[in-house]
Structure formats: structure tokens, C-alpha cells
């Protein structure tokens, strides 16, 4: 499975990738749900190429970027991931007809050659031409001037296998600049809540929705008691987030998995520390309930 | 009008002097040229190994994929653009080995592609370990007490799982296996050339002597009818004294599998149809049967 990512990566094929996440290792709780493949989403594959992790919180984001992911598969021709999980995969939600807005919804293919453009090419067709973006314009096999073969080994611009020292550099170092464009089309944290609460939840996907509801409960307690910073987008991390969690005065991660996946991310890519953490690993779905409970017992 | 030189590129194989992956490329060639099929008409989908880097070495579309995967690629290839030919090429190592279940299911669903397996008997380009049509006993780097494995019966396979054109070719005789490879080509449906492929650094028992001294032709084979599935069956696992090479089994295909599909089946083909969003109208139906 990851060789072939991989080679998507390196044959800049535009893929979406969905991953409902369920308790492992292995066939571990097939039918229950946790949060604890971001790390190999992350990293799935060796080597290294540009990649993007989205984490539909709703159903109504899953439906936005569901699209959103095609477009940012096509406009940077490398694999998206969408990371969703058994309890989002499988809830029932009632939706108004108008929740869900079609005419929102458009349709990006990227640098993508029409047969006007080919028919006009003087040049022999370069598939992986070195660009300033990184992104190479894309032909579909079948037009006689663009004749060329997909590559999974390392290769040249036209292509052509080469394993030339600084070819590789020039490649690799294409691949890689997607990246920096990428990271105006991931998702930023959003907030939910009172500005300035007390208390921060923080989380990723599907979490989204008992925290939430655990924000409400403590509001309706104590006012601004608490709010909650939801990461729809975790790759490329998003440029916005540091500044939204440097405006929290603390910080708990509420996710479901045993390492503190997203906590790791966040302390890897900017070096932020967050205050405590709920996390859950018995393959049920966060309730409103548990989160309550475990706050209350860490500050007992 | 196709000629050679469409399908000529200035590169220079990184194959032994003397491989048999020489006279297939050859082969190919000619047969493309002698069927009018154009470089840009074709779409050849490789694996890893030493024949699998054979679109590199003339001009043609190609997808250099995975060791043992091009067959997922190939029907996806298929499926995208029904109206292009779309060919496999590669290795026994990767078609029969890691590929073999692929190789069994394609089969099954009798997509419209012509494949061809450069079978040289073992793993060449990691220079030499037993393949999954080595031969039980043979000493090779990873097996130095002999195999102990039966070899893969890919041709009775084929013809197990309803391939209805399987042959096998050998390079030493060229026109043959040009005519194979024109044949396999016309074939409205999957269509498997197993090709004798003599890897002359790695392989050292089964040389083109060897093999020139044992092949014949089934055409030549008084009564032998490539129509019986039976008797193609049987043959399709002669080895030894004498080896087999022709047509083993031919017969009229059912629709291919993208045929059957029934978005595919009228109309262009999917990357010729424009991707636009869907009109009110279709939202409309589309949450009609949520409701």
C-alpha cells in the first residue's frame, strides 16, 4: 500500500487517499473507531515528497473537503490524504437541504495540457519540466506529441531513468517546492467559543464534535469558562497555527490515540508546549461525558 | 502510415549483451509496426526488473509502476481510456511472483490487454536468484541446496481462469514471435504471450541452445486444435525434451470486463468526457433519495 503512494509521489500522480481510521495494530478492533494513524499518514512511504493531511471535523466539512481534495490532488499532482475514522465514517446526522452548498463546490484540474495546447507544442513534451512551483504541466496519454513514460525510478525531465547526482537534487528539490504553495490551500484551525476563555481544548477530525458539546456544558456553568481550536488541516502544517495557540491561556489535546499524535505534531512543527492532554485508546468515540470527567479528575 | 522509426529513440539499454529481452523488443516492434499501431495509440505498463525497463528503449507511452503491480495500473489505464491499447510487459518474477495474484484476477475479468512476460526463469536484475518458474532442484544464489519448489504453471493458469488466448513465443524464432504478438494484439479480449526468454549472465542452463535444441511449434503439430481447452491445458505444461511454443489456446471472448461496465459501455471514453459539476437539476435528484 505505501509503495504505491510512494509512487505516486514520485510520478507527481494526483490521488485521493481516505483513510477511515479503527483501532490496530493489524486487524486490532476492526469495528470501533480511534485516532491514531495521523503519524503514518504522515509518514507513510519511504522517502520523502509533498503530501496533505485534511480531518473533516463534520459532515458537512467532509463534504467540503472531500471536493477540496480532488482540486488539491490535481493543482499540485501528489497524494491527499483524508483522515476520517469509524465513528465519523459511520454517524447519522439529520442535515437541512440547503446544509450541504453544491454551487460552492468547483472543479480544478491544475496544470492540466488540453489537446489545443499539445497540438501547438513545438518542443519534445517534458512531463516533469523543472518549474519555479514545482508543479510540471500535465498531458493525458494519447496525443501524438506528448509520447513519454511515467516513471517510478528516479528520472529526468523528460523522462528519462537517471541516477546523475545533481539531476536528483533538481528533481527531488522540484517535488519538494509544491509544498510551499500547499500551505495556502490546507485548512486553518478554526475556534469555537468565547474568545479568551479559561481553557482551550484542542483537537483534530472528528473530536471536533463531543468537544464541542464538553465546551458548551463548562460555558453554561461558568461564562468563558472554555472554547476549542478544531485542525481540520495537519499537513502542511498550517502556517496560522502558532498564533492561535499562543492566544490560549491553556491548553489540553483531546484526541484518541495513546502517543499524543497530534500534541506531537504540534510540538515537532513549532515547537509549542501544550498543558495537558485526554486521550482515549479503547476504541469508543469521545462523549462529551468523558471529557468532562477527566477534567475534573486532573484538576482534582 | 507506422513505420520503425516512430517507434526509434536514441537510448541505450542497460540489458546484457546477448539478452533475450533484444529480440523481444524486436519483436514488438515490428509486430506494432506490421498491426499500424501507432506510438501514441499504445500505453505499455511495466513492473520492475530488467525487461520491465523495455518502454524506456523506444518511444511509446508507458507507466514504469511497482515490482509486480503494473496490473493494477494497466486496468485502471484501461478503465480511464478504454479507447487506447493498453499492453503489460514484464518479468516472470514480477508477473508470476509478486504479481501472480494480480495476474490470477485480471485474468478473471478478461480486460482488454495484451500481456507479455519476458519468462527467463529467474531474477536477473538482482542478478540471479530462483524465480517462481525456476525449475525444482535448480541451485541458484538463494537456493545453493537446489529449489524446492514446483515451478508456476502460468499458461494452465490462464487457461483455468477463462484467458482465451494463451501463448507462449521464443526469440530465437523471430517471425513466430512476431506473428504471436500480431495475433495477441488483434485479440478482442486478454490476450498472455509467455516468451522464452534465455538470460544469458544469470541463467545458465536454460541458453538459446538449450531451448533451440527442444522448441517446436504447435502449428506444425499434426491434429492439435487451439481450440480444445482440454488439450491446451494439458500442453501448456509439456516441458522438458520438448518444448511447446505457438498458440495453445483461442477462442472467442466474452465482452471485456470495461464493457461490461455500464457507465463505459456508451459513449467516449472517460477522459474524453468533460468533468464539470454537477447542474441543479442533479443535485436536486441526488438529495430526492436521501429524503
Redesign the interface.
Known sequence: MVEGTGFAGISETPVVIYNAQRPGPATGLPTRTEQADLLFMLHASQDEFPRMILAPGTLEEAFHLGWHAFNVAERYQTPIMVLSDQFLADAFRSLEADALDFDAVEIDRGALLTDADLDTLTERYKRYQITESGVSPRALPGHPNAVWVTESNEHDEVPRIEEDAQNRIEQQSKRMRKAIAMTEDVPPPTWYGPEGAALTLVCWGSTYGPAREAVDRLNAQVAGAANLLHFSGLEPFPPTAETELRKAHKTVVVEGNYTGQLETLIRARIGFSVDGHIRRFDGRPFKPEFILARLQEQEA | MVTRDDYRID?KPTWCPGCGDYGILNALTRALVEHAI????L?IVTG?GCGS?L??YM????????HG?PW?AAQG?KLA?H??RVMIIHGDGDGYGEGLGHFVHAVRRNPGVTEIVQNNKIYGLTKGQFSPTSEKGWKTSTSPHGSAEDPAQPLALAITHGATFVARGYPGELKHLIWLIGEALEHPGYALVDILQPCVSFNKPRTYDYYAERVYRLEDETGYNPANRTAAWERAQEWGERIPIGIFYRAIPGPTFEMLDPVLKEGAPL?KRP????N?AQ?ESL?AKL?
Open positions: 537510448e501507432a506510438p501514441h495509440e500505453m520492475i525497463k518502454p524506456q518511444r511509446v507511452n508507458g507507466m514504469h509502476t511497482l503491480r493494477p489505464a481510456n479507447g487506447m477522459v468533468l464539470e459539476k454537477l441543479s443535485v438529495l429524503r
